[in-house]
């Protein structure tokens, strides 16, 4: 199967800066969209970014000029850097990916276990 494991979460101060990585593993023969969703306490999960295989990028109103996703497609591995954090952007941000499976050559969608950020303010 595949497995997702994300980096890079902790406390910052509002303004400050920090960046996340997610590292995919296992049966995979291609990755397709990976992107970067959060979740704060009473909320729902939301796209932040999402980047596909040819580097096309999507962000969310809130995080637009402020986020970057990046991918190294041999290293198997999304980025989200975040800069001018503010306290809005504190959640528990999850790592997806569409996934061709090896085994099978069917498409899966894969999360991470999430990575929590905190934003002083």
């Known amino acids: 199967q595949v497995r997702l494991v994300e980096s890079g979460g902790g406390l910052v101060q509002a303004g400050g800066s920090l960046r996340l990585s997610c590292t995919a593993s296992?049966?995979?023969?291609?990755?397709?969209?990976m992107g970067w969703y959060r979740q704060a306490p009473g909320k729902k999960r939301e796209k932040v970014a999402d980047i596909s295989s040819g580097l096309r990028t999507n962000y969310a109103d809130s995080v637009k000029g402020r986020f970057t996703i990046s991918r190294d497609n041999a290293k198997k591995t999304v980025y989200l850097q975040m800069n001018s954090l503010k306290s809005e952007d504190t959640a528990v941000y999850y790592c997806?990916?569409?996934?061709?499976?090896?085994?099978?050559?069917?498409?899966?969608?894969?999360w991470g276990q999430g990575t929590q950020v905190t934003v002083s303010s």
């Open positions: 296992g049966s995979i023969f291609s990755l397709n969209n």
């Open positions: 997806n990916a569409l996934v061709v499976l090896s085994t099978t050559f069917g498409l899966e969608s894969s």
